[in-house]
């Protein structure tokens, strides 16, 4: 499922207000050429999680391309164990986070009851990350200009997990399995416009 409730990306520039020609100028060449023109720029993006697909083990005969259990009628309470995915601390890839009771198999070639997706408003967890860029140009003479840039991606370093499990008859239900984004990573560059 591609439905991500909210999303938000946040872009800027900003011009170091360093060096000759800026407010903090401190009048000397040396450190007027140590400081001008960098600039910082980044990216910043959040997104909810998707909703989850439960699904399960079912007798189908070929007609149905997913089998979706059904609510288990005897069941009461929260769908949520151990609190929300990643809270107090836990090892959240030996945690369940969701309670596989509320759910049964459906009886042969039968259709299960649950929502198609997000039964019981159940969503992944959420993915953010922050990239940063620090670059300056320098001009060496006239028409011949060097750019160096270095980027951090994901600079926080924060790890985000993606979505648990779903298949109530597995082993791993509401366990999750695995994270969507990748640890924090430093790249150089430079570049020679003539």
């Known amino acids: 499922m591609i439905d991500h409730p909210h999303v938000g990306t946040l872009i800027f520039v900003y011009q170091l207000p360093f060096g000759a020609g800026h407010k903090l100028n401190s009048g000397s060449k040396i450190v007027s050429s140590m400081l001008s023109n960098w600039q910082i720029s980044g990216l910043a993006t959040y997104s909810s999680g998707s909703p989850l697909v439960i699904g399960g083990t079912c007798t189908s005969g070929g007609i149905l ?4 259990p059904n609510y ?3 069941f009461s309470g929260s769908v949520w164990i151990n609190g929300d995915f990643g809270s107090g601390g836990k090892n959240v890839t030996s945690t369940a986070y969701l309670d596989k009771n509320a759910f049964v198999d459906p009886a042969a070639y039968t259709y299960g009851n649950i929502a198609r997706s997000a039964p019981y408003g159940l ?3 959420h ?3 922050v990239d940063l860029s620090v670059r300056r140009e320098f001009h060496i003479r006239e028409a011949i ?3 160096f840039q270095a980027d951090a991606f994901n600079v926080n370093n924060a790890v985000h997990f993606g979505a648990p499990g779903t298949n109530i008859d597995a082993a791993n239900f ?3 399995i695995s994270t969507v984004n990748q640890p ?3 790249q150089f560059s430079g570049r020679v416009t003539f």
């Open 145 to 147: 200009r060097l750019a």
């Open 65 to 68: 391309g997913t089998c979706y």
């Open 184 to 186: 924090r990573k430093l």
């Open 72 to 74: 288990n009628p005897a």
């Open 174 to 176: 509401g366990t999750v």
């Open 123 to 125: 969503f992944a967890p």
């Open 127 to 129: 993915n953010a990350d």
